[in-house]
Antibody, heavy 117, light 114 residues
């Protein structure tokens, strides 16, 4: 069974940093393109970014609001996806989901990030 | 970015009755490879989103056949032939054709049971 488990969320002050993790199991992680999607409280879904598999170049694309502040990383030896978030703003407050591919086939349960002073 | 517009914002449906959700994109979602990159997701209350339909009309694994998707170019529709209680939640359409990649979602349609 494909499973994605996010962790690392919490309360952080504006300007701070946080790193989220997404532990993957049940599929060949190193072949998978992976995405992050967020959802602000009571709002809709917003794509954050996607990283390709290393065999396809390992590069990442980002949504405009996070480009230059967020970095998507992967450790295929640990079957883990990361989202490094720097220079956090209050508007980054959201539940962050990881998901498989650009089609977003399978989603994790999400982890809440709250940016507040 | 491609803008995705869903209507209606909410829908209240009697069990057993049909429901229909519209999604319009600001640009054609038809790729030169012949595929149309339009997806539908359902987020049930308190849960993560789940994929329902991919490339307009293909049901994802385990999705009941009362769900169907149609449309082309910029106009798309998700239909539920007979709504059941388990279908409540917020439905989102999404496009993935834009390059450089920039997935965008519609604003969502909340489906409730009367």
């Amino acid at each position: 069974e494909v499973q994605l488990v996010e962790s690392g969320g919490g309360l952080v002050k504006p300007g701070g940093s946080l790193r989220l993790s997404c532990a993957a199991s049940g599929f060949t992680f190193n072949n998978a393109w992976m995405s992050w999607v967020r959802q602000a409280p009571g709002k809709g879904l917003e794509w954050v970014g996607r990283i390709k598999s290393k065999t396809d170049g390992g590069t990442a694309d980002y949504a405009a609001p996070v480009k230059g502040r967020f970095t998507i990383l992967r450790d295929d030896s640990k079957n883990t996806l990361y989202l490094q978030m720097n220079s956090l703003k209050t508007e980054d407050t959201a539940v962050y989901y990881c998901s498989t591919g650009s089609m977003l086939l399978v989603w994790g349960q999400g982890t809440l990030v709250t940016v507040s002073s | 970015d491609i803008v995705m517009t869903q209507t209606p914002l909410s829908l209240s449906v009697t069990p057993g009755q049909p429901a229909s959700i519209s999604c319009k994109s600001s640009q054609s979602l038809l790729h030169s490879d012949g595929k149309t990159y339009l997806y539908w997701y359902l987020q049930k209350p308190g849960q993560s989103p789940q994929l329902l339909m991919y490339e307009v009309s293909n049901r994802f694994s385990g999705v009941p056949d009362r769900f169907s998707g149609s449309g082309s170019g910029t106009d798309f529709t998700l239909k539920i032939s007979r709504v059941e209680a388990e279908d409540v939640g917020v439905y989102y359409c999404m496009q993935s054709i834009q390059l450089p990649l920039a997935l965008t979602f519609g604003g969502g349609t909340k489906v409730q049971i009367k």
